[in-house]
């Protein structure tokens, strides 16, 4: 199938051209037509499967009957609000819409918070069709009247589970509150729960539902490896699989800020370029690192979960978790930023004994196990094999199986998976290096962190809280069509 045979427009089709597209990606040859059909739309689709322009090259064809070179404001009011949980995916949908709509004369422009609202406001005057849009900041402007909603023919809600896991959906309410009920509707998770369904019933009018992998499923082109190892030999695991692979980049993702910051210090003074991207950060030392990362400059980037949210990264060839996330859902995510579009990826996961429950969430939700190999020099715990109640092997498979059908295969998984005494193990995660190097110390620059020995690093208290277990959603097919 060709973009000609969905039905876009030469100017969509001479965009789609120039960005070196030859062929719409599944979601894109299903959400296309829907869109351009009028139809609201319920789309199951992670990053990396195409699924912005799948929303994208529509919605520009929708809008493209008030395209206009008009210099009046009046004559460019907001038409299409696209809504994103952060700014870096604001920015990335802002860069599609420009690339898409090079050839139409729509306006476009991307507000976020963290930056001053002046020069949003001076640009939201001049009169702009598509506005794509962080859920606070866009109420800050609506608080202010610097923009108007009332002819908003077109919402997208992009990565509608994210908004949901930051807080977001009361500040959504609040924005459906103020658009026209004649619109035409979309909704983009990767995975859905009861409160997304409800937003969807909120939101949408007869939605179609839209999906292409089934949710959590992960790509077929991502080689996936476990390496046994204790917590404190992690860094030091880490460098020297860098050092192997020289030529490698390498998006790392920890759980803390703390970490963050301190482990992409550590690369640093082992001679591996690297830097760290947190909520903590400011919006421009994040766009700053991102773009140095974007451009080679940079080997590794080292990321919470919160702030590598929708990183789209061309050709990204390497992930690795540092430390396993504690929701089996957000390794998918992590993992989803590496083997996009048909590219191969590889999916690195440092694991110590604390966290091998977490590993089997993970391979219970992705239905596989995955093969784990030990670097000679850097052995896991004894208890490794032994932890989490999982042992390799085959009974990790038929266990991962057997568990694999949703919400409550996956609560009753995880109930079987860790014995009291096991939950409280993992609750107190040591974040000391074998070396005294401790990650749970704010940071520290280079020099005073030398002077950090083992003795004062192991007085550090070291658990910290162990975030709630989301439940696993329900699958995407049990969601019911209105
Ligand atoms: P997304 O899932 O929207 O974040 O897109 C993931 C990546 O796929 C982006 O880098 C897009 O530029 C790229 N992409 C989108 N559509 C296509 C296509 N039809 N062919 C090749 N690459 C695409």
Redesign the pocket.
């Known amino acids: 199938m060709s973009f000609a045979d969905l039905g876009l427009i030469p100017e969509l089709l001479q965009a789609v051209a120039d ?1 070196g ?1 030859t ?3 599944p979601i ?1 040859q299903q959400a296309i037509p829907v869109v351009l059909a009028g139809h609201d739309m319920m789309g199951g689709a992670q ?7 799948g929303f994208t090259l529509p919605l520009l064809q929708q809008l493209a009957r008030h395209a206009n070179t008009s210099t009046s404001p009046a004559r460019h009011p907001t038409r299409a609000l696209i809504l994103a949980p952060t700014r870096e995916l604001a920015v990335q949908v802002f860069e ?1 819409v420009r690339t898409y709509a090079r050839h139409l004369p729509l306006k476009a422009t991307c507000i976020y918070g963290g930056v001053d609202m002046n020069a949003q406001i001076q640009e939201l005057r001049l009169g702009i069709e598509i506005v794509i849009a962080t859920p606070g900041r866009l109420l800050d402007h609506v608080q202010q009247k610097t923009i108007n909603l009332s002819q908003v023919e077109m919402l997208v809600l992009d990565e509608a589970d994210r908004m949901l896991d930051m807080g977001f959906i009361p500040d959504i309410k609040r924005i459906l509150a103020l658009l026209p009920v004649k619109r035409q509707s979309l909704l983009f998770s990767a995975t859905f729960s009861e409160e997304i369904k409800k937003l969807a019933d909120q939101m949408l009018k007869n939605p179609q539902l839209v999906e292409v992998a089934r949710r959590n499923a992960v790509s077929e082109t991502i080689t996936h490896v476990v390496h046994p190892v204790t917590s404190g030999m992690k860094r030091n695991l880490l460098v020297h699989l860098l050092r192997h692979q020289p030529d490698t980049q390498a998006l790392v993702f920890v759980d803390t800020k703390l970490v963050c910051g301190r482990l992409a210090h550590f690369l640093e003074r082992s001679g591996i370029s690297a830097d760290a991207i947190h909520g903590d950060k400011s919006q421009s030392q994040r766009t700053e690192t991102l773009e140095a990362f974007k451009g080679g400059h940079l080997r590794v980037l080292v990321a919470t979960d919160v702030a590598a949210r929708g990183l ?1 990264i ?1 050709e990204l060839p390497c992930v690795i978790n540092f430390e396993l996330p504690h929701t089996a859902e957000d390794y998918v995510h992590r993992i989803g930023r590496t083997g ?2 048909g590219h191969k990826g590889n999916a690195v996961s440092l694991v110590c004994a604390e966290e091998k429950h977490w590993l089997a969430d993970i391979q219970k939700l992705i239905k596989f196990e995955i093969p784990q190999q030990a670097v000679p020099g850097f052995d896991a715990e004894p208890e490794f094999d032994e932890a989490g109640h999982h042992g390799r092997g085959h009974k990790n498979r038929t266990e991962a199986a057997a568990h694999s059908d949703g919400e409550r295969g996956g609560a009753a998984a995880r109930k079987s998976s860790k014995p009291a005494g096991k939950s409280a193990k993992s609750a107190g995660k040591s974040l000391i290096a074998a070396d005294g190097f401790d990650f749970s110390k704010p940071y520290i620059p280079a020099t005073s962190s030398e002077l950090i020995t083992a003795s004062a690093a192991s007085t550090h208290p070291s658990h910290p809280p162990q975030r709630p277990l989301r439940p696993v959603a329900v699958l995407l097919g049990g969601l019911g069509r209105k």
Do not use: H, L, V
Request: glycine share 12%; charged share 30%.
């Open positions: 960005a597209y062929e719409p990606t894109q990053t990396g499967t195409g699924k912005t322009a599609s789209d061309d996009r579009a």
